[in-house]
């Protein structure tokens, strides 16, 4: 077959009328691929897999954001669960809400097949598969057998749907075959081809089975992916922009540190001052020294002494090693101060913004995993305890089980004071609400109100008081000049509220 883009380059106009495109001898070496993007997945998904696998084992800077990662997206509580099904006049209706709750707690202490993790730990394991990986596969088994609520899941890395198995769309109407996944007109999954025991396994081999699948239906499996195209059908991994920055980054690291440590180790050598008078028979021909603190040593007759002194590492190694982490940094949607721990010269409005900025990045993946992950969990959890009879609630209306909301984690206050005396200001004003507050530090008002509730019945049966050094209706002590908050245009105040607001830093 002729190929259509042979001299492509060649026949392209010098003078370009976008910058990005011109062809010149500057841009002779930008070689780039018109291919689809689950072509370009199926040439480089495994070297691209397999690499970042060794740098998720053995590269600390990945290490570290895999840490990062997991403790800010998902935290140490997970992603937690919140009915909010409502009765005929709009009201919460608290006991179906507080039945669905109890027997998502309690279903969660146990929810893998093989019985080794709890729904925390499976979904931790799981977002770390999809940033080495660039996907996860998670099927969901429906037998009571091994879970009193009928349902378990069951990890499925990337190895076990070949990429490679692909088979057109036949003439009689079958399903195209794209990656291992089964699509329909649409390009929508219909069914996930998975090998029957992992293709690089002993096991596999030993039964001759390497090349076996199953056909598993795409209601029970649940892939998780960010696409960096559309009609993209599998995932790549989240280090792909900065695995070869790593990589060299790591050589030059173990160059420097190598030639540091022979610097340190050898100290020169004798150099005869007459080289007739070697003689290589001469079993003191190779003279050697043992340096020892606080010593004067001889040199040999007829020898001088060589010192070797090599500057390792060079006084450029710092500042080239902190500009390339930065890179990496950006690559990986992070600030530098927080991926490489480093505080040196930092000061609170920088390190502020580029907290803030972290949190808007893990803000944009917990929603991905409460999209991706929750919703359809919960979606095949609840219709299987409800058959199981392991949860009865008194309604037929099944549409009114699905009103639930997901409270990802938040985080503590950059500046404690001034971001909560922010908060109060909004809220007496009417620019914001106590929910939103309590939702930004990852707390449910529901919670809030009930815990302040039980704290305030506690203290009367001990017969305590306390004075709250904030009153809620009492207006917040601003720093900086006070604002009117009684102009009698509301725009004027709202506009002064604001400014104010953006004055605080």
Not at 70 to 92: F, R, S, T, Y
Not at 224 to 246: A, E
Not at 414 to 430: C, E, F, T
Not at 475 to 499: C, E, Y
Request: proline fraction near 4%.
């Amino acid at each position: 077959m002729k190929n259509p883009f042979k001299n492509w380059f060649r026949k392209q106009p010098k003078n370009s009328i976008y910058k990005g495109a011109e062809v010149s001898r500057l841009t002779l070496d930008w070689i780039v691929s018109s291919t689809t993007i689950d072509e370009e997945v199926r040439r480089d998904a495994r070297r691209l897999r397999y690499r970042a696998r060794d740098l998720a084992k053995n590269n600390p800077i990945i290490v570290r954001y895999r840490a990062l990662l997991k403790a800010n997206v998902i935290g140490h509580c997970g992603i937690k669960l919140d009915a909010q099904v409502k009765n005929n006049n709009g009201k919460l209706n608290e006991t179906i809400n507080g039945k669905i709750e109890t027997a998502w707690e309690d279903w969660i202490e146990d929810v893998s097949v093989d019985g080794k993790y709890s729904l925390i730990q499976f979904q931790h394991l799981a977002i770390d598969t999809v940033a080495t990986d660039g996907e996860v596969f998670i099927r969901i088994i429906n037998d009571p057998a091994i879970n009193k609520y009928g349902i378990s899941l069951q990890f499925f890395d990337a190895d076990w749907i070949d990429h490679e198995y692909n088979v057109p769309r036949g003439t009689n109407g079958q399903n195209e075959i794209r990656l291992g996944v089964e699509v329909n007109e649409w390009g929508r999954p219909v069914a996930y081809w998975i090998y029957y025991f992992h293709p690089n396994e002993i096991m596999s081999r030993m039964t001759h089975a390497a090349n076996k699948r199953i056909r598993v239906p795409a209601e029970d499996i649940i892939h998780i992916y960010d696409p960096d195209r559309i009609n993209q059908t599998r995932g790549t991994t989240w280090y792909n922009s900065v695995m070869f920055s790593i990589k060299m980054l790591g050589g030059y690291r173990e160059a420097e540190v190598v030639a540091a440590r022979t610097a340190s180790a050898k100290m020169g050598w004798f150099e005869w001052s007459d080289p007739s008078a070697y003689n290589p028979q001469d079993p003191n021909a190779q003279a050697q020294m043992e340096a020892t603190p606080g010593t004067i040593g001889e040199v040999p007759p007829g020898r001088k002494f060589v010192a070797w002194s090599p500057d390792h590492p060079t006084t450029a190694y710092p500042s080239f090693v902190k500009e390339e982490n930065r890179n990496i940094a950006t690559g990986l949607k992070v600030s530098y101060n927080i991926l490489f721990n480093d505080l040196e010269g930092v000061s609170f409005s920088s390190i502020r913004t580029g907290v803030l900025n972290d949190r808007d990045q893990w803000k944009v993946l917990q929603r991905l995993w409460v999209d991706k992950f929750c919703k359809r969990l919960y979606r095949a959890w609840i219709q299987s305890a409800l058959l199981t009879r392991e949860l009865i609630l008194d309604s037929r209306d099944f549409k009114k089980f699905m009103a639930v909301k997901w409270q990802a984690r938040g985080w503590d206050w950059v500046d404690p004071l001034r971001d909560i005396q922010a908060d109060i200001l909004a809220i007496n004003n009417g620019l914001g609400s106590k929910s939103e507050s309590l939702a930004e530090r990852g707390l449910d008002i529901e919670d809030v109100f009930e815990e302040l509730q039980t704290e305030k019945e506690l203290a009367i049966e001990f017969g305590l008081a306390f004075t709250a050094t904030i009153q809620p209706d009492s207006k917040p002590v601003v720093d900086k000049k006070q604002i009117d908050v009684a102009a009698t245009d509301a725009q004027t105040s709202n506009r002064l509220i604001m400014n104010q607001l953006l004055l605080e830093d």
